[in-house]
């Protein structure tokens, strides 16, 4: 009876905030009341939350590099680059809940090396970056944006490098402290890369400039294709889906058979397609679950966010991720839903830096309760599942030291826009 009067309160309160705002929201489904009124201000309300709280810093860091968007499509001095680069920001957060302890790598008078990358303002394949610094525990990422071929939205990978100098320091590019990465040398268990580069399309098959969405609490319209959307899918090819060893170690016929994927789905694997989940591949453990990111196409008109079947892809590729990505999101209290009562540990958690858990409000698992979170909650609010799966933390493998000079090329995976427009 208290805690559902503290609840009514907050919604009160809520309700308050979203007259004074005005804002129209298509509101996913909320447990807190039982009318369409209620659910939809209490959504408004937590739209004006969101906006007015700060992001906070993760278990991993992903550096983004702007100086090769030569298009200006990032560019901060206007106002649509300056809701890219927001846009883009905001999703690197998806993945830096990783816990990976990925080492520094630092050129010097013996050491030195060459990054190669594809251009992300011009397509130029293996472009040379000479001797970037990437501090522990950071990826460098390269973003910028040209006319991509054909129907693709975004294009992304790992990238590769050249070096020469120490043993120490090639053993640190080839997988940055994370064991066995190639094939060449063993079973790869783990991927380590130093960053790659993301490309955006700026000009859609018309020959007009592509309708871009880049607003992260709204979804988009229709004929418009989300930037969140296709970030998150190309920085899931940066960190190795579909691309590195340790991937395809994992895929048996048309299977992908990691073990994590396999206790998150419950049967015995998940249908592949080359560098992606099949075609409209749905994901655990949600009754009625949505598309996961990692499918091969997008749909005009519709946002699909990192799932938890894109998170147990990227353990079984080797990623240490925090199990809270790995259920279903939001779901603070394991109740199988997602509704007010998962709300108010996320308000009451809300300001914990350090040590927090998923029932005090961290939905990512990053260890504090922040605004990512509460746009996880607010995401997922309404959603539903049969079973949990007792997924835990995967475990770093064992480190091995190897040699190499030379680093792999640059791989890079696509996006494209899928023929339907429906669903």
Same mark, same amino acid.
């Given at each position: 009876?208290?805690?559902?009067?503290?609840?009514?309160?907050?919604?009160?309160?809520?309700?308050?905030?979203?007259?004074?705002?005005?804002?129209?929201?298509?509101?996913?489904?909320?447990?807190?009341?039982?009318?369409?009124?209620?659910?939809?201000?209490?959504?408004?309300?937590?739209?004006?939350?969101?906006?007015?709280?700060?992001?906070?810093?993760?278990?991993?860091?992903?550096?983004?590099?702007?100086?090769?968007?030569?298009?200006?499509?990032?560019?901060?001095?206007?106002?649509?680059?300056?809701?890219?680069?927001?846009?883009?920001?905001?999703?690197?957060?998806?993945?830096?809940?990783?816990?990976?302890?990925?080492?520094?790598?630092?050129?010097?008078?013996?050491?030195?090396?060459?990054?190669?990358?594809?251009?992300?303002?011009?397509?130029?394949?293996?472009?040379?970056?000479?001797?970037?610094?990437?501090?522990?525990?950071?990826?460098?990422?390269?973003?910028?944006?040209?006319?991509?071929?054909?129907?693709?939205?975004?294009?992304?990978?790992?990238?590769?490098?050249?070096?020469?100098?120490?043993?120490?320091?090639?053993?640190?590019?080839?997988?940055?402290?994370?064991?066995?990465?190639?094939?060449?040398?063993?079973?790869?268990?783990?991927?380590?890369?130093?960053?790659?580069?993301?490309?955006?399309?700026?000009?859609?098959?018309?020959?007009?400039?592509?309708?871009?969405?880049?607003?992260?609490?709204?979804?988009?319209?229709?004929?418009?294709?989300?930037?969140?959307?296709?970030?998150?899918?190309?920085?899931?090819?940066?960190?190795?889906?579909?691309?590195?060893?340790?991937?395809?170690?994992?895929?048996?016929?048309?299977?992908?058979?990691?073990?994590?994927?396999?206790?998150?789905?419950?049967?015995?694997?998940?249908?592949?397609?080359?560098?992606?989940?099949?075609?409209?591949?749905?994901?655990?453990?949600?009754?009625?679950?949505?598309?996961?990111?990692?499918?091969?196409?997008?749909?005009?008109?519709?946002?699909?966010?990192?799932?938890?079947?894109?998170?147990?892809?990227?353990?079984?590729?080797?990623?240490?991720?925090?199990?809270?990505?790995?259920?279903?999101? $939001? =779901?603070? +209290?394991? %109740?199988? #839903? @997602? *509704?007010?009562? /998962?709300?108010?540990?996320?308000? &009451?958690?809300? !300001?914990?830096?350090?040590?927090?858990?998923?029932?005090? $409000? =961290?939905? +990512?698992? %990053?260890? #504090? @309760? *922040?605004?990512? /979170?509460?746009?996880?909650?607010? &995401?997922?609010? !309404?959603?539903?599942?049969?079973?949990?799966?007792?997924?835990?933390?995967?475990?770093?493998?064992?480190?091995?030291?190897?040699?190499?000079?030379?680093?792999?090329?640059?791989?890079?995976?696509?996006?494209?826009?899928?023929?339907?427009?429906?669903?």
């Amino acid at each position: 009876m208290v805690t559902g009067l503290w609840i009514s309160m907050n919604c009160t309160f809520f309700a308050i905030c979203s007259r004074m705002i005005g804002w129209e929201v298509c509101a996913p489904v909320c447990a807190v009341g039982s009318s369409l009124r209620w659910r939809v201000l209490l959504n408004r309300a937590l739209l004006l939350v969101f906006s007015l709280l700060p992001l906070s810093a993760y278990g991993l860091t992903i550096e983004l590099n702007y100086d090769y968007d030569v298009n200006g499509f990032f560019d901060p001095q206007t106002i649509e680059g300056a809701k890219a680069r927001e846009a883009l920001e905001f999703a690197v957060q998806a993945f830096e809940p990783f816990t990976d302890q990925l080492l520094a790598i630092q050129p010097d008078g013996t050491n030195s090396w060459t990054a190669r990358i594809t251009h992300p303002g011009t397509g130029a394949p293996n472009y040379p970056v000479a001797n970037p610094e990437v501090s522990a525990g950071t990826l460098l990422v390269f973003a910028g944006a040209w006319d991509l071929p054909d129907t693709q939205v975004g294009l992304g990978g790992p990238g590769g490098w050249e070096a020469q100098g120490t043993t120490a320091f090639v053993d640190v590019l080839r997988n940055r402290g994370q064991g066995i990465t190639k094939d060449k040398y063993g079973v790869a268990v783990d991927f380590g890369p130093w960053g790659g580069a993301l490309a955006f399309d700026t000009t859609g098959p018309d020959g007009n400039p592509r309708d871009w969405h880049f607003d992260v609490d709204t979804r988009p319209s229709a004929g418009q294709t989300d930037l969140l959307s296709v970030a998150v899918h190309e920085l899931g090819h940066t960190f190795g889906f579909g691309i590195s060893d340790s991937f395809y170690r994992k895929i048996d016929g048309d299977l992908f058979t990691g073990a994590t994927v396999i206790e998150l789905n419950g049967v015995a694997g998940v249908p592949i397609a080359p560098g992606h989940w099949a075609s409209g591949t749905r994901s655990p453990p949600y009754d009625n679950g949505p598309r996961a990111a990692m499918g091969a196409s997008l749909i005009l008109g519709s946002r699909v966010g990192f799932s938890p079947l894109d998170y147990a892809g990227l353990a079984d590729t080797g990623w240490e991720v925090p199990s809270a990505l790995l259920g279903l999101p $939001g =779901d603070m +209290d394991s %109740d199988l #839903d @997602v *509704d007010g009562v /998962d709300l108010m540990r996320w308000q &009451r958690g809300f !300001g914990i830096t350090s040590g927090a858990s998923l029932v005090l $409000g =961290d939905a +990512d698992g %990053d260890g #504090d @309760v *922040d605004r990512y /979170d509460g746009w996880i909650l607010r &995401r997922n609010l !309404g959603a539903r599942a049969t079973t949990l799966p007792g997924l835990a933390q995967v475990p770093e493998p064992t480190t091995l030291g190897l040699c190499l000079s030379l680093g792999l090329f640059f791989f890079s995976r696509r996006i494209e826009l899928a023929d339907s427009l429906d669903g």
